[in-house]
């Protein structure tokens, strides 16, 4: 298939687009830039454009069928929770104003496929050990309901002109499967621990009260490479004729603390550095595990890569 990767240019999108290509699907990616790298695309061609801009819709249009484009996965999205309760707005304006231009312009030009990134942060806070897609969604943050939103409008879609499509909860997405495609924002866990331990400044640890086993707070940290393979499972599934599920859960199933998180970064690097217990940070969940069930049994999709694999590949990929 020939797929548009929204996103392409960035972190997860530029795995994503590798692992089609090796896979022997073709890839466009479409890309603003404003996080993302054009030299984490080689040969694959770039669309450079604000999704969320008013010209978009023409553009993609154009770009459809100029690149005869089977589907699209959508990734482009601003994805920080803590900047999202701070700009509400912004999140809302940036990340729906691009799925309502993306599905405009699938609709008139007949692309009929259409992987969402969606994300945990839809669950909010749920209180379960391990949350399974049928929970009752009740987002605690903006970005998780722009995603939580985005879920719907392809649902809508689907009924409305049977757009073909699938929602991808990722969970905590970490690590490098290639050193030029690595993480370098400095925006989740791993990366800024790695960051203050770099700069020779504590690593913060937001709250140690948390309802947990150790106080900090529970994540289900995913391999970016095992989230890559997840889309091209997703494809294969948009295939088929009858499909029951539209939302899978993309996760290892095993919860690890924030302290779990800098012990293991502590084993990998074989070297002592500075921890601070500091205040919770508004906008969390004390503790968000998938219950992986669906994905494993519907799309034959299984993580193969444990916190220390996550940890380690982040480390080798960006300490040289
Ligand atoms: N944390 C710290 N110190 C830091 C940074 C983070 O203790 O310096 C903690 C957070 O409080 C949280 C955990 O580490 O408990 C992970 O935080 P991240 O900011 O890395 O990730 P989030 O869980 O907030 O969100 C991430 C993605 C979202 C996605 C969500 C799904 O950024 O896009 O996972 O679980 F929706």
């Known amino acids: ?154 649902s809508s879609a689907s009924k409305a002109w049977g757009l073909k499509t699938v929602s991808l909860r990722y969970f905590n997405v970490a690590g490098a499967g290639f050193s030029d495609l690595a993480d370098t924002g400095v925006a989740n866990l791993i990366p800024i621990a790695f960051n203050a331990i770099a700069n020779e400044e504590p690593i913060q640890v937001f709250g140690s009260d948390w309802p947990t086993e150790d106080g900090s707070c529970v994540r289900d940290y995913i391999h970016v490479q095992d989230l890559a393979d997840a889309h091209l499972a997703a494809l294969d599934y948009l295939a088929q004729e009858n499909r029951e599920y539209s939302v899978f859960n993309v996760g290892t199933g095993t919860g690890s603390s924030v302290l779990a998180v800098i012990d293991t970064i502590h084993k990998v690097i074989g070297k002592d550095f500075a921890v601070d217990l500091v205040d919770r940070r508004p906008g969390d969940p004390a503790a968000l595990s998938a219950d992986v069930s669906r994905i494993e049994s519907t799309l034959g999709w299984k993580a193969k890569h444990n916190l220390q694999d996550i940890v380690k590949s982040h480390y080798l990929a960006t300490s040289n």
């Not at 801009?53 to 996965?73: C, W, Y």
């Not at 309760?85 to 496929?113: D, H, I």
Request: hydrophobic fraction near 40%; aromatic fraction near 6%; include cysteine.
């Open 1 to 154: 298939m020939k797929i548009l990767v929204t996103g392409g240019a960035g972190y997860i999108g530029s795995h994503v687009v590798r692992a089609l290509v090796s896979a022997g699907h073709q890839a466009v990616a479409l890309d603003d830039l404003s996080n993302g790298k054009q030299s984490r695309l080689g040969d694959t061609p770039l669309i450079q454009v604000d999704l969320a801009s008013e010209k978009a819709t023409a553009l993609l249009v154009q770009a459809f069928k100029d690149h005869s484009i089977d589907g699209v996965i959508h990734l482009a999205a601003r994805k920080s929770v803590g900047e999202s309760v701070a700009n509400p707005e912004y999140y809302y304006q940036q990340n729906l104003n691009s799925v309502t231009n993306l599905l405009v312009a699938m609709r008139e030009a007949k692309v009929m496929n259409m992987v969402f990134s969606s994300s945990a942060a839809t669950y909010g806070s749920p209180e379960v050990a391990q949350v399974a897609e049928d929970y009752n969604c009740q987002p605690i943050n903006p970005y998780g309901e722009t995603k939580l939103i985005g879920e719907w409008m392809m």
